[in-house]
């Protein structure tokens, strides 16, 4: 069993949290605690790669703190193997049908208990790495479409509560046909790779995520920071590229044309508007002489 996996023990009994302390001590970092409040706030704090579950518990038990792990983004994914006296089937059927990946039943047997928290560790790790698969471009190893998609609708709908701004940039590479064909496809994937670096070392904060969007296309999303902010972090990324010097097969150097918009999200308006304006702000970026940002300020909401 892997040393690093971390597993959240939630019972009410310091006896039980002992007995099962001493059982999985040697195989896994363990994490106590004594109620649900108290596991909810731990499993959000310390992002265990499983919980153990006791269902009888007073006050908030086992079903409930269930519930709470998985109204809460961050703990949602968390797999729960629930643990009891109780040895009726309907109880069984009611911790796996609300969410729990498993069943231990009182007394623990120290062999099963390792054998299932085992199970679930290594098939926790498999979906990680699944999931990190899913949404992650190969070539640049940033946030792929899919991931970029995900991100900028959880943070409009967000923000549509905090009434915040949000900023998108469309980003592109001028003229990479000719430079593709010039030097070859390897070496336009060295530009792409170049191109990500320097986006993902401007944005690299919390909230923000620089993902490729395809080809030679990538998209930021900057949730809190006006049009002034956002224009000025992306005109220091079109510096920083032309800065490298690349040489271009034009004579010149590799550049990157970025169009942009700043809305705050309303129930009557919708991401996608936001995505267009963005993008038609690259179109007249490019037909501008392109190595340059065009911003639009605001975007207008159009009733449903
Ligand atoms: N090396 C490499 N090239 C790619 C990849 N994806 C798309 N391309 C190339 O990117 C080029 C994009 O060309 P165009 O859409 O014509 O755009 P452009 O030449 O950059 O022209 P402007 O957008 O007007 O500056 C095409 O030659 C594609 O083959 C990739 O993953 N790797």
């Known amino acids: 069993m892997s040393t690093n996996s971390g597993v959240l023990v939630i019972d009410d009994e310091t006896i039980n949290l002992k007995v099962i302390s001493d059982i999985l001590r040697d195989d896994t970092q363990l994490i106590l605690a004594k109620n ?6 731990k499993a959000a704090e310390f992002m265990p790669d499983l919980i153990l579950l006791d269902v009888v518990m007073p006050q908030m038990d086992g079903f ?8 809460d983004p961050k ?9 009891t006296a109780l040895d009726d089937s309907s ?17 623990l047997k120290p062999a099963i208990v390792r054998a299932r928290v085992k199970l679930h560790l290594e098939l926790a790790k498999k979906r990680m790495l699944l999931e990190k698969l899913a949404n992650v471009d190969p070539l640049t190893s940033i946030a792929n479409r899919r991931k970029y998609e995900e991100v900028a609708a959880n943070q409009w709908h967000e923000l549509l509560t905090t009434k915040g701004y949000l900023s998108l940039a469309v980003i ?20 792409i790779r170049k191109v990500a670096d320097v986006l993902s070392y401007e ?11 395809g080809g030679e296309e ?7 920071i006006d049009q002034q902010g956002a224009y000025e972090k992306l005109d220091r990324c079109v510096m920083s590229i032309r800065e490298l010097a690349l040489p271009h097969p034009s004579g010149g150097v590799v550049t ?23 993008d038609e702000l690259l179109y007249q970026a490019k037909k501008a002489g392109k190595n340059r940002v065009l911003w639009k300020k605001s975007v207008v909401a159009h009733a449903c």
Request: glycine content about 8%; some cysteine; charged content about 20%.
């Open 64 to 71: 409930e703190t269930l519930k709470i792990l998985r109204s």
């Open 36 to 41: 649900g409040e108290q596991g909810i706030r």
């Open 75 to 83: 703990t949602c994914h968390i797999p729960v193997i629930f643990i």
């Open 91 to 107: 109880s069984e059927e009611k911790g796996l049908s609300s969410g729990a990946a498993d069943y231990i039943q009182k007394p």
């Open 256 to 278: 990157i044309s970025v169009g942009g918009a700043t809305m705050t999200p309303t129930p009557n308006a919708h991401l996608d508007q936001l995505f267009l304006s963005s």
């Open 218 to 224: 990538f998209v930021v999303i900057l949730p809190n």
């Open 203 to 213: 944005f690299n904060g919390e909230d923000e995520l620089v993902a490729r969007y």
């Open 172 to 191: 592109d590479i001028d003229n990479f046909k000719q430079y593709n064909d010039s030097n070859g496809h390897a070496a336009g994937d060295e530009i």
